[in-house]
Nanobody, 124 residues
């Protein structure tokens, strides 16, 4: 069973950048498709980006295309989310999640391993 821990969140001004990391332990990381999701106050948890086990396939929500980039380093058991040109509407708790033997589905229900989340706050 993989254990996921996010880091890298914080407070940033609009237009700035942050890089989130999600470190995995206790499982075969390369067997998991990985996803980043986010949940803003009063809203449902929503997809941000996903990446296949090899890193060859990625998916992005329309709201972050061209600004965010997901990547992974299987040797380091880590998945990253580079966030550029941040907007106040990107403010949320960001979660990473794993889907064993998955392909990088954008469906939240396909992910059954979750981290505890990291807060990202973008000030205007």
């Amino acid at each position: 069973q993989v254990h996921l821990v996010e880091s890298g969140g914080g407070l940033v001004q609009a237009g700035g950048s942050l890089r989130l990391s999600c470190a995995a332990s206790g499982g075969t990381f390369s067997s998991y498709a990985m996803g980043w999701f986010r949940q803003a106050p009063g809203k449902e948890r929503d997809i941000v980006a996903t990446i296949s086990w090899s890193g060859s396939n990625t998916y992005y929500a329309d709201s972050v295309k061209g600004r965010f980039a997901i990547s992974r380093d299987n040797a380091k058991n880590t998945v990253y989310l580079q966030m550029n040109i941040l907007k106040p509407e990107d403010t949320a708790v960001y979660y990473c999640a794993g889907d064993l033997y998955g392909w990088g589905s954008p469906r939240i229900g396909d992910y059954n391993h979750w981290g505890q989340g990291t807060q990202v706050t973008v000030s205007s």
